[in-house]
């Protein structure tokens, strides 16, 4: 446990961004998942969008959304 209040705060602050991250990470992966299951390109966008907002707030890397839309746009050109 924490003891100083500083310590505290940090603890509090940090359950809510796990929180955060982990809706952020399920969304995304529902939104990948969907393309995968039925193509279409508004799924497609909607994916998208949602792997750029989640790299935007640093709930994954830059790296890891690029590497992710890029395999999502390979298989969208293979159908």
Do not use: Q
Not at 9 to 33: G, H, M, Q
Not at 36 to 46: G, H, Q, R, V
Not at 51 to 58: E, F
């Amino acid at each position: 446990m924490p003891i100083t209040k500083s310590a505290i705060k940090k603890l509090r602050s940090d359950k809510k961004k796990a929180l955060y991250n982990k809706s952020t990470k399920t969304k995304t992966k529902n939104a990948i998942d969907l393309v995968k299951a039925t193509f279409s390109a508004e799924n497609l966008a909607k994916a998208f969008s949602m792997v750029d907002k989640a790299a935007k707030k640093g709930v994954i890397k830059k790296g890891k959304a690029d590497r992710i839309k890029s395999r999502l746009a390979g298989k969208a050109s293979a159908k």
